[in-house]
């Protein structure tokens, strides 16, 4: 025979003295649970306030002309934070400008970011100081070096017009969006930098919801392996409860409901013959946990199926 017992698990009930961050905490049930079988996971509310901007400190360096025959190396900062892609392109182009003259517009039609200096010979390089930071700006190389846009002939209608094919002006020349000088005209030279692919503003697709005693063999991770003999690099996330998909936007709140989401229930071959505690982790992909930056209330409720022992 077959009992189920609806049990709620709360952060805030933690000893915050002991758990400061909600991230990791244990709980203590006031009733014992035996011989358990399966458990399912009802419910579960968890913000979604992982940064993707962990670290802002010496976030790249720019190197740039002040003269055909002079340049500086600068190195720029910006608050950590979970950006979007307009929200980061104002935050840098903040902190960048006044210094280095570079615009930085995002564009949201391509998913990229674009990095522009107007004036002739004010060339630049830009280092991101870890590739992961790269990536999310969408740049597969580092550094990079931009690129110049020479204005030199008069725009479409002046004299002695040549471009490389009848009647086409390249990529990003005389373009009314980029850089115009004091008359309301293309610049004639400015140089510019464009993400070469997507930039990845999400890093974190989900996070896992680790409960020791609950823990499974049946849930695996994929690595990519090491060598011949299938050695595998990093922690993983084998052998966590579950997934909780990140599907809801920045600052926002998850509320996985399991007749909404999907069906994430847990079967034991060997029932879990007594459950007095439960020692809550929540994880990146990665096997570490989370930094929920201050917003450490979560809460969910699980679903125990037991065996009812025969007198």
């Known amino acids: 025979m077959n009992e189920v017992k609806n049990l709620f698990v709360s952060s805030r009930n933690r000893d915050t003295a002991l758990y400061p961050s909600g991230n990791n905490y244990v709980l203590h049930l006031t009733n014992l649970i035996k011989d358990i079988h399966r458990v399912e996971l009802l419910t579960c509310s968890v913000p979604n306030t992982l940064y993707n901007i962990v670290d802002g400190s010496n976030i790249m360096d720019i190197e740039y002309d002040i003269t055909p025959a002079i340049s500086n190396t600068y190195t720029y900062n910006i608050p950590q934070g979970f950006y979007s892609g307009s929200g980061l392109a104002n935050e840098v182009r903040a902190a960048i400008y006044l210094s280095s003259g570079i615009e930085v517009i995002y564009k949201g039609n391509e998913g990229k970011f674009f990095f522009k ?18 990536r999310i700006f969408g ?6 070096t931009s690129t110049e846009i020479n204005n030199s002939l008069p725009p479409p209608g002046g004299l002695n017009v040549q471009y490389p094919s009848p009647n086409t002006i390249p990529l990003y020349e005389y373009n009314e969006n980029l850089p115009m000088d004091a008359s309301g005209t293309p610049s004639v030279s400015w140089n510019y930098l464009k993400s070469n692919v997507v930039a990845d503003l999400n890093p974190n697709d989900g996070i896992f919801l680790d409960i020791s005693e609950l823990r499974t063999p ?13 050695f595998y690099s990093g ?5 966590t409860f579950g997934l909780i998909p990140m599907d809801v936007s920045s600052g926002a709140i998850k509320n996985f409901k399991k007749e909404t989401d999907y069906d994430l229930t847990t079967s034991y071959p060997n029932p879990i013959s007594s459950l007095d505690r439960l020692t809550i982790q929540w994880l990146n992909k990665d096997g570490h946990r989370v930094n929920f930056n201050g917003a450490d209330d979560n809460s969910f409720i699980l679903r125990f199926h037991t065996f009812i022992r025969s007198l």
Do not use: L
Not at 117 to 134: D, Q, V, W, Y
Not at 139 to 144: A, D, E, M, R, S
């Open 139 to 144: 740049f597969t190389t580092n550094p990079i």
């Open 117 to 134: 200096r107007t004036g002739k010979s004010r060339g630049f390089t830009i280092t991101f100081k870890t590739n992961e930071i790269a």
């Open 235 to 239: 922690q993983n996330i084998s052998r």
């Open 218 to 230: 049946f849930n695996e991770d994929c690595k990519k392996s090491e060598s011949q003999f299938n």
